[in-house]
Every structure is written in structure tokens, then in C-alpha cells.
């Protein structure tokens, strides 16, 4: 009977703990259904919420521009490759950011969406022209100051935009983009007032200055296209030079300039 009690004593803790571990896996298995369902149901909440038609852009007024001062809203917006209705959470807005640098004259756009009312802002920094460009004596377009080009269908609409009296005759982006980013600066601080560049001969690029028509030759570095229009401003401030009797100008070496001036009724060499 001793041995029969002790045997008993024992038995019940240990049941007891059986039960307990039995208890805990039970309620871990209903706290994960339970987890499982309120993810599910939150999740396709969500789904429902902003599959609404509510959440969709519907027309051009959800499309806010900001920062334009060239291009107007409705060059913008016909731009964008949109299909309305479009969901809101359907919109890339790095795609459509690269989308918009790629195809229109645009430097950077940030854009952002908004669920509460559902509405696009789209704020762009623009490419802003400092040159015409020209092609069989034909507008074809504009750059920028770094050499980027414009095509001659953007800015055309806009009465108070007018295009940059800078010509550029023969030019070519995809040849001569990073020629025009280095000497750009130069040209645009020159004291000689420089109205035009013909590239159209690349071994000898043009000039067309107040001082008449200058030959440069090829652009083979900055530094040389800096001397040159150093000299240039010299011959402009000398007076031994005429400046309305000057022809041309070689600054092919920039070290010995050669002027081409008109004396009556004959021409002269002077160096």
C-alpha cells in the first residue's frame, strides 16, 4: 500500500504538465489562425479601399504641375503616358519621372501621389534654351548650356517665351555637346558680343561677331577657345583697328592674329 501511494504522488505532476504543454500548443494554433485572418483581412481591406473608384485619376484637373515657366500644363499632362481611369497605386513615379526627362525638354521631375483626394503632383525643373539652333538655314530646335537639345515643337506656343538670339548653324548635339558645355561659359561672359557659331565645317569654326566673321579653326581644347576670345577682345578694344573696315578675322593661331580689313576699294592683310 506504501509502495501503491507513492506511485500515484508521482504521477500527477507530471500529468498535469502534459496537459499544460497540450494547453499552450492549442492556443499558439488559434493565435496563428487568428494572426493569419486579421493579416488577410487587413490585406484585402486595403485591396478593396484602393481598388475604389474614388482612388483613380479620372482627368487632367487630379494632375497638378508646379515649377513650369515655359512649358504649359497641357503640354505637360498630353505627355504623360496615362491612360485614365488610371488607380493611383498603378503609377511608377520614377518611371515617369525618367519617362518625362527622356521626352520632353525637362531636367528633373519629382513626383508624388496623394490618396486623400487622389491627385498627382508632378513639380519639374526645366531645360531653359541659350541657343537656336539651325539647319539648312532652318530652325530645327534649341540647346541648353549644357548641349542638351530641344526639339522645335516645345516652347514655340508660348507668346511671352521668346528664343535665344544665339545661333547656332550646323550644330550637333550627339558630335558636339560636350565641345558646347566646356566653351559655353566663355561665350556667354565674352566681352565681344557674339551673335552666332557655324559648325556646319568643324575643321574651321565660325564666329560671327560685332567685329565681323572670326575663323577659329577646330576647337581642340578650352583653353586655346579662351585665348582666342582674349585676343578677340584685344582687337576689339585697340584703336588701330576700324572695326566697321574689318572683313574677317584668323585666330587659327591665336599668337598671330590675322585681321582681313577693307580699304576703299582694295583689301589688306594686316597682321
Known amino acids: 500500500m506504501v ?74 499632362v498630353s505627355l504623360l503616358p496615362l491612360e485614365q481611369p488610371l488607380y493611383i497605386y498603378q503609377i511608377n513615379p520614377k518611371k515617369l519621372s525618367e519617362y518625362l526627362k527622356i521626352n520632353a525638354p525637362i531636367a528633373a521631375a519629382k513626383i508624388k501621389r496623394q490618396l486623400i483626394p487622389p491627385k498627382l503632383k508632378i513639380t519639374i525643373t526645366e531645360l531653359k534654351p541659350v541657343a537656336t539652333v539651325y539647319t539648312d538655314k532652318k530652325q530645327v530646335g534649341s540647346v541648353d548650356k549644357e548641349g542638351k537639345f530641344i526639339e522645335r515643337k516645345f516652347y514655340t506656343g508660348d507668346q511671352n517665351f521668346n528664343l535665344p538670339s544665339l545661333k547656332l548653324i550646323g550644330f550637333k548635339p550627339e558630335e558636339q555637346q560636350q565641345n558646347w558645355s566646356e566653351i559655353y561659359p566663355l561665350i556667354n561672359s565674352s566681352p565681344v558680343k557674339i551673335y552666332g557659331i557655324n559648325w556646319e565645317i568643324p575643321s574651321n569654326i565660325v564666329l560671327i561677331t560685332e567685329l565681323g566673321k572670326v575663323d577659329l579653326g577646330p576647337i581642340t581644347s578650352v583653353s586655346k577657345f579662351n585665348q582666342q576670345l582674349n585676343v578677340l577682345a584685344q582687337l576689339s578694344s585697340s584703336e588701330k583697328i576700324n572695326s566697321s573696315q574689318i572683313i574677317s578675322i584668323d585666330l587659327n593661331n591665336p599668337d598671330a592674329p590675322t585681321i582681313k580689313i577693307q580699304k576703299k576699294d582694295k583689301n589688306e592683310d594686316t597682321n
Request: charged fraction near 25%; aromatic fraction near 10%; glycine fraction near 4%.
Open 3 to 76: 509502495s501503491f501511494r507513492s506511485v500515484s504522488v508521482l504521477k500527477k505532476p507530471k500529468n498535469q504538465r502534459r496537459q499544460q504543454l497540450k494547453n499552450q500548443r492549442s492556443r499558439k494554433y488559434w493565435l496563428t489562425v487568428l494572426r493569419t485572418l486579421s493579416i488577410g483581412g487587413i490585406a484585402c481591406g486595403l485591396f478593396w479601399l484602393i481598388t475604389l473608384p474614388k482612388w483613380t485619376i479620372n482627368n487632367e484637373s487630379q494632375i497638378e504641375i508646379e515649377n513650369n515657366q515655359f512649358l504649359s500644363k497641357d503640354e505637360i
